[in-house]
């Protein structure tokens, strides 16, 4: 009897806990990761940055399934393997760490959490209808981004600020072109052999841009500030977060799993406040809130969709 109890509780914490703590870590340490960007980016240039943390994360978990033995991938794997790797990493990756060398942390994490609005905004290109669900989750949403750039209307006015926008705009747009790419080619290959790859293969872009246009510094030039980063970075962001990440997305079903888009921006929020003082009064609440909310109706319709696509297919 008590054998069957223990086995019980065990299937429990493994069904349950676990994923609901792979949430958890993906909640929260996603959001520090603009942090880490922020601090490394303040002392060395921003795609080299991204290019060393995506070059050691890739070749780390290359290296693994080099061990472990596990198949390479064959065909036509390698072409979407590639694609994600420029759509995923080398842009989105790349630009939002570039971005956030100019607005603030908060910012760039609020921008790149809108991503969902681009996903809609391009199917509606392609094509197809929008839900009034989605609509109105498109019209709150960017509501609230204007009640965000309301505080922020005299930065406009600086060069800097504009580009780091434009930059996390980009970063967003290619991250939702990955996204639908993503559930277009449905993944045939271990997700997280793939990351491996992707990220190695984004890092030899990355580092071949920035040594042929100058944009790089020695390796010895690089504090020992922006090497914790990309530790960091490393340890916490392109390892323990996207294993929690796939490992989630497996386990629990949609409507649980995005929480994760709502929670990052306002870690990112509060740790940026705290540690580089940067601007949180009512605007950014505000608007910050309102646009998480928008965010909120437009993933429900999405999933909405879905739904009713399955079921018409049955």
Not at 9 to 15: A, F, W
Request: with cysteine; net charge positive.
């Amino acid at each position: 009897m008590v054998t069957k109890i223990k086995t019980r509780v065990t299937k429990s914490i493994t069904t349950i806990g676990l994923p609901i703590l792979a949430l958890s870590v993906v909640c929260f340490c996603w959001g520090t990761t603009w942090i880490a960007s922020k601090e490394g980016v303040r002392h060395m240039p921003p795609l080299q940055l991204a290019a060393i943390r995506q070059f050691i994360g890739g070749g780390l978990y290359i290296l693994y399934f080099i061990l472990k033995k596990a198949p390479w991938p064959k065909g036509k794997q390698w072409k979407t393997i590639l694609i994600l790797s420029i759509l995923n990493f080398a842009l989105s990756n790349g630009l939002s760490t570039w971005g956030v060398k100019y607005i603030s942390s908060g910012l760039g994490a609020i921008l790149n959490a809108i991503f969902p609005l681009w996903i809609v905004i391009i199917t509606f290109f392609r094509g197809e209808k929008l839900a009034r669900l989605a609509i109105i989750g498109l019209v709150v949403s960017f509501s609230g981004v204007c009640v965000i750039f309301y505080d922020h209307l005299s930065d406009f006015l600086q060069a800097d600020f504009r580009f780091g926008i434009m930059l996390s705009i980009i970063a967003t747009i290619t991250w939702a072109f990955g996204s639908l790419y993503t559930k277009k080619k449905a993944a045939t290959f271990n997700p997280y052999f793939s990351l491996g790859l992707q990220m190695f293969i984004s890092s030899t872009l990355l580092l071949t841009i920035t040594e042929t246009t100058g944009m790089a510094v020695s390796m010895r030039s690089i504090p020992a500030t922006s090497w914790y980063a990309i530790a960091y970075l490393v340890v916490v962001g392109s390892i323990t977060s996207f294993i929690a990440y796939v490992y989630m997305l497996q386990k629990l079903p949609p409507e649980i799993s995005s929480i994760y888009a709502y929670i990052n921006p306002i870690v990112a929020i509060l740790l940026g406040a705290l540690l580089f003082g940067e601007s949180l009064n009512a605007a950014i609440a505000i608007g910050g809130t309102i646009t998480l909310f928008g965010l909120f109706i437009v993933n429900r319709s999405i999933r909405r969709t879905r739904k009713l696509a399955l079921a018409n297919k049955v």
